[in-house]
């Protein structure tokens, strides 16, 4: 039922789904850009159940404190310290090693705000873990989700970057002003 109500909701505003969700792989990092928006969470959601998959997200420490942490963690979401220096990286990874599947959501630009650069923690876990990067565009000037290609980095860190970037060239988050291309 959600599903359905979910696939309305985006035809509903005119969005659509562009490329192939890749259902016969078990691990993987979907990695969003642009994310200018809070409106590109509910857009995560509504793909999410429109797709009828168990996806995860990570996001910032302070959404999971009350009053509304326990609805976050319903979600799927782990939350992440910014502040400080933690071992995130390798926490992610330790739990792509414990599971038998497992898919997450992550921002590489980090924030809503204006940046001039990917953040690599999602290019880490991704090596550590040994999983590829879904790269997903959410395209609001087309009004399109659309999952490109499954990358596999091979460990040239400023190549490998390079070509993300390059991937999402063109596309128009919401506030396509804050966008690191």
């Known amino acids: 039922m959600l599903s359905f109500l979910s696939k309305l ?3 509903a505003f005119g969005w659509k ?5 890749p259902d ?12 200018t928006s809070n409106w590109d969470f509910i857009l995560g959601l509504l793909v999410r159940k429109a797709l009828k998959k168990d996806i995860k997200f990570l996001g910032k420490s302070s959404l999971f ?3 509304y942490g326990w609805l976050f963690r319903m979600l ?28 997450v959501t992550l921002a590489p630009e980090g924030t809503r705000s204006k940046v001039e650069r990917l953040r690599t923690g999602f290019y880490y876990i991704a090596l550590g873990a040994k999983v590829p990067i879904l790269l997903t565009a959410f395209d609001f000037e087309k009004k399109e989700v659309r999952f490109m290609e499954l990358f596999y980095p091979e460990g040239n860190k400023e190549k490998d970057l390079q070509h993300i970037r390059d991937a999402f060239t063109g596309i128009k988050g919401r506030n396509p002003e804050k966008s690191f291309s």
Request: glycine share 6%; no cysteine.
């Open 17 to 21: 789904i562009e490329g192939k969700y």
């Open 9 to 11: 909701i985006l035809k």
């Open 76 to 103: 799927g979401g782990y939350p992440v310290n910014r502040k400080k220096s933690t071992k995130l990286v390798d926490a992610v990874v330790d739990i792509f090693n414990k599971k038998e599947s497992f898919v």
């Open 65 to 67: 404190k009350p009053p």
């Open 24 to 35: 016969n792989v078990k691990k993987f990092i979907i990695a969003v850009i642009p994310h």
